[in-house]
């Protein structure tokens, strides 16, 4: 170096520097060029370092911080070669032969997809979808509908209570009133939702399920009509050989009432087939009249039926799954199997 001018020689160190930075094809080369000028006992910088002494003092302070300089300068571009290196080449680790990585798409839920279908074959029959307030008064959930407070329904065992007299719904049912409030007859409805129960969490129960209501309201409709749109509901949904039974059953809001049940035919991949047992779908009956004079009807004048559908256990009998929890779980592996 020249002693006359030692910021020259720093100035041309680091141009020689920075282009053997740039030229360094790979880790090795670049570390090589790291030691070569900044090494600590070696480096060239290091060397320009030591000859301070032969510097005069009054130009030091302005030598050594030139030299700082031009050794953070070369520090960074060492570093910004070193990560230009690390990513991969295209050509040397891309194998255009791999199979893609296949692209992760959302699915809807099991249950919901069992409600959409349920849902789309009495709006094709001509109903209406309504719905109401999952947190609804007690009036709403028992008294309009006939059902005394204390009828076991309505118990703390049974029911959870936000406060005194509001309640998480135990059924879809007080949809039916809200739904006769807000409306004239005709009626035409299905109204799906969450309902909340004081259960134990088994492979039959959870505390919060799907209920799908129906209610039909208008002059002249009988147990027949109710008979008749059920039969084609699950013919449509779970084909023409479908049976359906109705067995009498009670509840406080309907009268007569009675549960629901099919049995399907199963068609094997080699073409014989078996039946199903028969399958509990639902509570239903014509609704009493108390409840359609507690809407402001006149009972006299209006009849109707009505029906609370569980579609998590049309799901699981659907996909064959034996514990109702699973739906619940949330473990993507199981779900994705149902993702359409
Ligand atoms: N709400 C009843 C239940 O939860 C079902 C039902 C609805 C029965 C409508 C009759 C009419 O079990």
């Given at each position: 170096m020249s002693e006359s001018n030692p910021i020259a020689d720093l100035q041309a160190l680091e141009k020689e520097a920075l282009a053997a930075v740039k030229s360094a094809q790979d880790r090795e080369s670049l570390e090589e060029v790291r030691v070569m000028y900044l090494g600590r006992s070696e480096g060239r910088l290091s060397a320009i370092l030591r000859g301070l002494s032969q510097v005069p003092?009054e130009r030091r302070p302005e030598v050594g911080k030139s030299a700082n300089a031009v050794k953070e300068r070369v520090s960074t571009a060492l570093e910004a070669r070193q990560s230009e290196l690390v990513a991969?080449s ?251």
């Amino acid at each position: 170096m020249s002693e006359s001018n030692p910021i020259a020689d720093l100035q041309a160190l680091e141009k020689e520097a920075l282009a053997a930075v740039k030229s360094a094809q790979d880790r090795e080369s670049l570390e090589e060029v790291r030691v070569m000028y900044l090494g600590r006992s070696e480096g060239r910088l290091s060397a320009i370092l030591r000859g301070l002494s032969q510097v005069p003092v009054e130009r030091r302070p302005e030598v050594g911080k030139s030299a700082n300089a031009v050794k953070e300068r070369v520090s960074t571009a060492l570093e910004a070669r070193q990560s230009e290196l690390v990513a991969p080449s295209a050509e040397s680790e891309l194998d255009l032969t791999m199979p893609g990585r296949s692209r992760w798409r959302g699915g809807l839920h099991p249950i919901t997809q069992a409600v959409d279908e349920i849902w789309h074959i009495f709006r094709d029959l001509g109903f209406a979808r309504a719905r109401g307030p999952e947190a609804d008064t007690v009036w709403y959930n028992f008294e309009a509908l006939n059902t005394p407070l204390d009828h076991p329904a309505a118990d703390e065992q049974d029911t959870l209570y936000l406060v005194d007299s509001v309640l998480l719904r135990s059924h879809t049912s007080p949809v039916q009133m809200r739904t006769m409030e807000a409306n004239e007859p005709p009626i035409r409805i299905i109204a799906p939702g969450w309902v909340y129960r004081r259960d134990t969490y088994d492979a039959t129960h959870t505390p919060a399920f799907m209920q799908i209501e129906g209610l039909v309201i208008d002059e002249g409709i009988t147990f027949v009509d109710f008979k008749a749109t059920l039969a084609e509901f699950a013919r449509r949904y779970w084909g023409p050989d479908t049976q359906v039974r109705f067995r009498p059953s009670y509840f406080p809001f309907t009268e007569p009432s009675a549960e629901v049940d099919v049995k399907r035919i199963i068609t094997r991949p080699d073409g014989t087939q078996y039946e199903t047992e028969w399958l509990e779908i639902m509570g239903s009956g014509m609704v009493d009249p108390n409840v359609i004079a507690n809407a402001g009807y006149d009972p006299e004048r209006y009849t109707g039926w009505a029906f609370g559908m569980g579609p998590g256990r049309i799901a699981m009998l659907k996909h064959g799954v034996q514990d109702l929890r699973t739906f619940f779980e949330n473990d993507i592996r199981f779900l994705e199997q149902f993702a359409r």
